[in-house]
């Protein structure tokens, strides 16, 4: 193994603050809420919070288009809230790891105010303005969120670029000023006792609008060398890239400790087996089990010592795991839960834990648009109206994948608004928290909440967890996936079935095993040779 670092040993938690914990009423998270949730989270065992941004912002979308990065949002609080946040994290042994949005601001960052006012303006160049050509835009780019990726600004009659909203217009790269004032915010959070930064679409600062180049452009490397060196290089810190289009040689890229770069990326891969090939999100095709198992295992092997994974199903962008692999019906919810759990958290790289994974919160299907708030559904509903699909298609679409899934307020009780406001919450909170919720799963020593807490302990107690070999065991049922840890002289199996049908498992090399480290079932020996496995049961064996 390479030189330790804590971001290798511990899981990190990722609080989405706008849903966590409102503490004033006002039905929107905040500092302070979190702030009261730091037990809870000290009690899960996690190291280290990721904090999606908190930065001010006009909330075009919730707080990734941002207006002052040295400045707290006003509905999340002060910054001396900021300041106690971090204080009283570090009082009980977690890490505050920083959002941070570079690729772009918002439109009402004082930089674009400035930018904007005339071509001659000392800001004009933080961001990338075009001449029309012929009339029009520029060239064919896209925004994320539908549309051309170019706006017209009739005040200098030029387009300005944005890969996402209107309201988030890319930034400059090229400029070192740019640069350097982004050096100077970096290192006035790590100034604030900060234990790192999760970097939002960092693949796209090295973009070529001209060229049509968004993503890994040629001075990207360049660029995250750079700010190694003026910031954080000489720090431990944790620095985790949101890397959308990276294969194993490009995390390396990134990843690897000669390079000085970056400790790890986030990669989606795996979270792309679900739709049609060469198509958007929207367009939904069963999951692939042994695809997942290719994917996953390729993953586990490809970085060697040239780099580090992150390990996660689920975020603030991303449908819930349980609706999404799994089975949240009633039959089916806390095993399959608990499978995707133990099946993660037992590979090489760090655990990420978005909030409710935990407690198995689950998508949040809506009846019509009126009750969606992300940006991005939003636009893509009215964009494919437009070219005339059903609504009722585009409808699906949104219930399975769309971003509202993964924000609905935090279910910490079955009282009103599951104990997540006093006020009316900002989105609405899924109807199933009177069943799903913190509180019943602290009381349940069988809970969600309790297996990731073991898994979380057996990471931070068992050095095989973190540095082990991995090994996929081909030999299983389709829907089975089986993988081998070893290190030293120990091995752990770790067996998860990805079905709601029972599967046999015929292992006849390990025999008869009775030192279970984890399951989702009771379970106490196995008899590999020939064990029948349940729907989505899953554990973790100590091998003789
Ligand atoms: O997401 C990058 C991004 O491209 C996602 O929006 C993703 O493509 C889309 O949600 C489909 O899953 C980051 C942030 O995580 C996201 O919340 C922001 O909206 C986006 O960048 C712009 O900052
Ligand atoms: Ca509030």
Redo the contacts with the bound molecule.
């Keep these: 193994q390479g030189s330790i670092h804590w971001w290798q040993t511990v899981a990190v938690y990722q609080i989405y603050p706008r849903s966590f914990q409102d503490s004033n009423g006002d039905g929107i998270g905040d500092l302070q809420g979190i702030i009261s949730r730091l037990d809870y989270l000290q009690d899960l065992g996690i190291g280290a919070i990721w904090l999606s941004p908190v930065y001010k912002s006009p909330n075009d ?2 707080g ?1 288009d941002i207006s002052d990065y040295e400045d707290i949002m006003t509905e999340f609080g002060t910054m001396g809230d900021m300041e106690e946040l971090i204080a009283e994290a570090k009082k009980r042994q977690i890490k505050i790891v920083m959002d941070l ?1 570079v ?2 601001t918002s439109d009402e960052h004082q930089w674009f105010i400035e930018s904007r006012k005339s071509k001659d303006n000392d800001y004009r160049d933080y961001y990338i303005w075009r001449d029309p050509v012929d009339g029009h835009e520029p060239n064919d780019l896209r925004s ?1 969120f539908g549309g051309s990726a170019w706006q017209f600004d009739s005040v200098s009659g030029q387009y300005y670029l944005h890969l ?1 909203s209107k309201k ?1 217009p890319d930034l400059n790269w090229e400029n070192l000023k740019v640069r350097e004032q982004v050096w100077d915010m970096m290192n006035f959070w790590i100034d604030k006792g900060v234990g790192g930064f999760r970097m ?2 960092i693949d796209l600062i090295g973009k070529e609008p001209d060229k049509g180049i968004t993503g890994n452009g040629p001075k990207l490397h360049d660029y995250l060398q750079e700010m190694n060196k003026q910031t954080f290089g000489d720090k431990e810190l944790l620095t985790v890239g ?1 890397t ?1 289009g990276a294969t194993p040689e490009i995390a390396k890229q990134y990843s690897d400790p000669s390079r000085h770069e970056l400790s790890m990326v986030f990669q989606f891969e795996h979270c792309g087996l679900d739709q049609q090939p060469d198509k958007d ?1 929207w367009d939904l095709q069963a999951l692939s089990v042994p695809a997942l198992k290719q994917v996953l295992s390729k993953w586990q092997t490809a970085l060697g010592d040239k780099g580090w994974n992150s390990l996660f199903w689920n ?4 449908p819930r795991i349980v609706s999404r692999w799994g089975d949240d019906g009633p039959k089916y919810h806390d095993v399959s839960a608990k499978m995707f759990a133990i099946l993660l958290h037992l590979m090489k790289g760090t655990p990420y834990v978005y909030q409710g994974e935990e407690i198995g919160m689950t998508n949040c299907p809506v009846q019509g648009i009126d009750e969606v708030n992300d940006i ?1 559904s939003i636009n893509m509903y009215h964009e494919r109206l437009d070219l005339g699909y059903p609504k009722e298609q585009i409808i699906q679409s949104i219930n399975a ?1 769309g ?1 509202d899934n993964a924000r609905t307020p935090m279910q910490w009780n079955d009282s009103p608004h599951a104990g997540f406001t006093t006020g009316t919450p900002w989105l609405h909170v899924n109807p199933n928290y009177k069943t799903i919720n913190v509180e019943q799963n602290l009381k349940d020593p069988d809970s969600i909440f309790h297996t990731y807490k073991k898994l979380i302990r057996l990471r931070l107690e068992n050095p095989l967890v973190v540095w082990g070999e991995y090994t996929l065991i081909e030999d299983t049922p389709e829907n089975v996936f089986a993988y081998v840890r070893s290190y030293a002289d120990e091995k752990w199996l770790i067996v998860a079935n990805f079905d709601h049908q029972k599967n046999t498992l015929a292992l006849s090399d390990y025999g008869m095993q009775d030192d279970v480290l984890i399951s989702n079932y009771p379970l106490s020996r196995v008899d590999l040779n020939h064990y029948e496995l349940k729907p989505y049961e899953a554990f973790a064996i100590k091998l003789k």
């Design positions: 979308d919730n990734y949005v690729n772009h994320t996402f988030q939002d679409v949101e959308w999100k975020n603030h962008d991303l991005e994948k971003r």
